[in-house]
């Protein structure tokens, strides 16, 4: 895929935090991190607009939804750091 070179200005710690991922072995560079980023906004981006629209017509979730909405994120997120180069198809 072709590539382009773009500057952006973080925080900080923001800054700090990335370096530690990259640090980490989590990703292969700073434009790693950062793609990975853009990715996962413009992929989700939909998402929000589908939750909305559920909100709208079923009511907000329960306590047992959220809790199981939290644990199913926890297990992605320790799959996903056991595998960081792998991404979801």
Request: glycine share 4%.
């Amino acid at each position: 895929m072709p590539t382009t070179k773009i500057t952006v200005t973080v925080p900080e710690e923001l800054a700090a935090y990335i370096r530690e991922r990259v640090a980490a072995g989590e990703f292969e560079s700073v434009s790693a991190f950062m793609t990975r980023a853009a990715e996962s906004m413009r992929d989700f981006d939909p998402l929000d607009l589908l939750i909305a629209s559920m909100i709208a017509e079923t009511g907000e979730p329960d306590e047992r939804a959220e809790s199981w909405v939290q644990d199913a994120i926890a297990k992605a997120r320790k799959a996903l750091l056991a595998n960081p180069g792998e991404r979801a198809a």
